[in-house]
């Protein structure tokens, strides 16, 4: 990816109107609702230190703790795959489901599959795959992506989604949120009733017990886990906590971040499959350890960012996300967590992604587990102009060559405050001649009337 | 690897990435690649070449109780935060005094238009067989039409309410908890579009790290456990907010008790998990 490439999208992204407003409107609202919930519970920043020692000892530790929950789980009858990357991961899933000879695969939102690209290979499997969660389902029948870890259809608005679901199912048009939703649970109530495989991802592994848990909201999850005969669990290894007295210091953080609620409707613990005298669930759980580059990332510089418990705050907190929305990222996680793992993830074709911030270090305040990602997007520029030594700094020397010489700073500046003209709520959306380059992707400031050197020499200097 | 007998060897893939990640491993100060801020907790560097014996009792860098941040007080009356939490969450509340669970039951499996109704009791203080037989009884008699371990087709569209009892409930966050056994199907407390839960206030747990710090919980997890927080839900179309997705939209707390202070600082409690 260029960096053309990645100012068009940004620009596209500022453009597309519609989808600006509701992202706005989402993330505010998820903001102020994240705020609130944090401000009732006793004792939020202690536990949110508590939270991020224990993310990062389960790193320091994390062979230990992998094994540990391997040994368990196998002890308590799931079958744990290990997957070193994507293709294997895809390969594993496939090839049990059709050693099996499993037709319907219904899936929860799992951002990890995303990561993996498992449902077209499954398809080519013969399989048919359906998103349950209802942001998920939407995105399907779109061909579309999700834009947010946690409201993947966060740019889309009611009518959208009413466009979609009458197109696809052919339903009566309506644009009532409440009908909406219950169109979808009627098409995929069936669906539930049918299916044999259940694919989800994983928000917390616990090494003391083996105990996959899941963290949702309409019931879907619990439905993929309950009602097909095999359960296939996709876990990033960096998932796991130790013991199931850590579990609540994540818990009370991870709803209260990502939609403001002190819980989520449903907090499932896995442990193991369908035992004998149980009158319903999976026969089979199969647990498939996914690496896909994170054991890299472990050994290098960035290994925090794998404390990420994929709450989404970062990406409601962000100003760039809000205005550009999260398909401009052009990767599986948007916003500044995505920044940060897309280039990690994937390589040079993200390269470029974590120039997409201000450095205002609103995502490390939304953290719950206190991630410094302004400074990840930082040492990963350095990375990057690393790699690509020229162009940049042709920029860099310029500036320092005009810095040198004050009274050429100083008709620079007057020129500029001339030459830069404000669309009239004070900021210029398109700059003078080079400056062009700059504004494509941000808006100017209007300089303030006076320069801060007039206003030290006229006034300040006194004031010492 | 692990030479414990009683742990199979794992598959090649495993143990390759389990080297890989050893090699990796910031357990020890020295893996830190130049350049990387300073680990905090770093470890003798004989740690590096040996491999680190997997002790999950190794925990100098994180407390090992969490319970110094309980936001419920051991001595809070459990029965009100409960109430108010859950009532904040969706859950519809209700208090029966002595032996008014069976009418209250009954009041809102009426106020729900329910017919068909689904009865799972189980060997808590919650909802007995004996509960379950009072109640099919009253429900016959009233027109209704109990049922118990439907099968799956009625389960998905002949049930209009199922009414069960629960395993343990936590305060702080107004949380129902059930588990998965031979006579609790996962099912129950999902399929069904509403669910009345009996609860007896001596199952309530103050605060979510007290009910996971429980060593009896970690021994005795069943193959499913469900934390209920109110009613299924979800905010994906604008961000409004819908009730009843894919699992309940209707979900009942019904407290049962003895009537006095059930809960209170000075009640018993019965750990169930």
Known sequence: MTASDLRARLAAGTRAARVVAAVHQATWRKVAQRDAALAALPHAAALRDRAAEIRAHVLARLPDYLEQFVAQATARGAQVHCAPDAEAAVRIITELAVRRGLRLAVKAKSMTSEEIGLNAALERAGLRVVETDLGEFIVQLDRDRPSHIIAPIIHKDRRQVAETLVRALGCRYTEDPTELTQIARRHLRDIFRRCDLGITGVNFAVAETGTLVLCTNEGNGRMCVSRPRVHVALLGIEKLIPRLADLPVLLKLIARASTGQPLGAYTTLITGPRRPGDPDGPEELHVVLLDHGRSRILAGPHRDILRCIRCGACLNACPVYRNVGGHAYASVYPGPIGSVLAPLLDGPSHADLPRASSLCGACLDACPVKIDIPQRLVALRAEHRARRPRAPRVGVRLWAWVMRRPWLYRLGQRVLRQMVRDDGDGFARRGPGWLALWTAGRDLRRPPARSFRALWNEELRDER | ?273
């Open chain 2, 1 to 273: 690897m692990n030479a414990d007998p009683q742990t199979p060897a794992p598959p090649a893939a495993l143990a390759t990435l389990l080297a890989r990640l050893r090699a990796a491993s910031p357990g020890d100060a020295g893996g830190d690649a130049p350049g990387a801020a300073p680990r905090p907790r770093g470890q003798p560097a004989e740690a590096r070449s040996a491999p680190r014996p997997a002790d999950p009792r190794d925990r100098r860098a994180v407390p090992a109780d969490h319970r110094d941040l309980r936001a419920v007080p051991l001595d809070a009356d459990r029965v009100a935060v409960f109430t108010a939490a859950a009532t904040a969450a969706g859950l519809i509340v209700h208090h029966a005094r002595g032996t008014a669970w069976l009418p209250t039951v009954l009041a809102v499996l009426e106020k729900l238009g329910a017919r068909r109704i689904l009865l799972e009791p189980a060997d808590t203080t919650a909802f007995r067989a004996a509960d379950a037989e009072v109640l099919a009884a009253a429900l016959r008699a009233a027109g209704r039409e109990p049922l118990v371990r439907p099968d799956d087709d009625t389960l998905f569209e002949g049930v209009d309410a199922a009414v069960a009892g629960v395993a343990a409930a936590i305060a702080e966050t107004g949380t129902l908890v059930t588990a998965s056994g031979p006579q609790t199907a996962r099912g129950t407390s999902l399929v069904p579009p509403a669910l009345v839960l009996l609860v007896d206030p001596a199952q309530i747990v103050g605060d979510l790290l007290d009910y996971f710090a429980d060593p009896g919980l970690a021994t005795a997890l069943p193959a499913n456990l469900n934390l209920i927080t109110g009613p299924s839900k979800t905010a994906d179309i604008e961000g409004v907010l819908v009730t009843g997705v894919h699992g309940p939209g209707h979900v009942h707390g019904v407290l049962r008790g003895g009537g006095g202070e059930p809960g209170g600082p000075n009640a018993p409690r019965t750990p169930v998990f």
